[in-house]
T-cell receptor
Framework: ETGVTQSPTHLIKTRGQQVTLRCSSQ?????VSWYQQALGQGPQFIFQ???????GRGNFPPRFSGLQFPNYSSELNVNALELDDSALYLC???????????????FGEGSWLTVV | TQLLEQSPQFLSIQEGENLTVYCNSS?????LQWYRQEPGEGPVLLVT?????EVKKLKRLTFQFGDARKDSSLHITAAQPGDTGLYLC?????????FGSGTKLNVKP
């Protein structure tokens, strides 16, 4: 049990639609990151939020966007869904900083998105 | 190009066998993490290694960080079916975290 919770756990969307995924971070963790994990692959970094601002981004197009709220919870929004967006979306939280604790991230169980 | 290369991609062994999986890169890391992920769940942290040459043990799992901090290995002694899962190595580059593609381990009873 990591203390990171995600919702919904599973959802099905149609190509072209928009989706919002939600994440509550572990208590005391002010940094949240999102990952996309295709079947059989490792997680790919989408972006990171700290103090309600995006401060790191992977190679994902602008239709992937996010928010972080004052309580450190977060949302991932994906517009104009494509079939290739079908994946497990993982949220992770960590304390800020560069020490060992800041380098260790704790994952939620993920949201399975299927685009048809 | 993958920052972290993991090998082998797949491993299927009998209960009781030993195994080693590898995580390699051309880059130097300040730290490296190992995670295990079971089907339908998020990755769970196993260990963080920080110092070159460091060895950490977690029951039957032994983790080693290379002297030059460019590679790491995970050795499992007397594997059990409960060890089945996807083993991932990961590292941080400023505000981005990178994962390898993982080693999928299946331990047969």
């Amino acid at each position: 049990e990591t203390g990171v919770t995600q919702s919904p756990t599973h959802l099905i969307k149609t190509r072209g639609q928009q989706v919002t995924l939600r994440c509550s971070s572990q208590s005391g963790h002010n940094t949240v990151s999102w990952y996309q994990q295709a079947l059989g692959q490792g997680p790919q970094f989408i972006f990171q939020y700290y103090r309600e601002e995006e401060n790191g981004r992977g190679n994902f197009p602008p239709r992937f966007s996010g928010l972080q709220f004052p309580n450190y919870s977060s949302e991932l929004n994906v517009n104009a869904l494509e079939l290739d967006d079908s994946a497990l979306y993982l949220c992770a939280s960590r304390p800020s900083g560069t020490g060992v604790s800041g380098n260790t991230i704790y994952f939620g169980e993920g949201s399975w998105l299927t685009v048809v | 190009t993958q920052l972290l290369e993991q090998s082998p991609q797949f491993l299927s062994i009998q209960e009781g066998e030993n195994l080693t999986v590898y995580c390699n890169s051309s880059s130097v890391f300040s730290s490296l993490q190992w995670y295990r992920q079971e089907p339908g769940e998020g990755p769970v942290l196993l260990v963080t290694v920080v110092t070159g040459g460091e060895v950490k043990k977690l029951k039957r799992l032994t983790f080693q960080f290379g002297d030059a901090r460019k590679d790491s290995s995970l050795h499992i002694t007397a594997a059990q079916p409960g060890d089945t899962g996807l083993y991932l190595c990961a590292t941080r580059d400023f505000n981005k975290f990178y994962f390898g593609s993982g080693t999928k381990l299946n331990v047969k009873p």
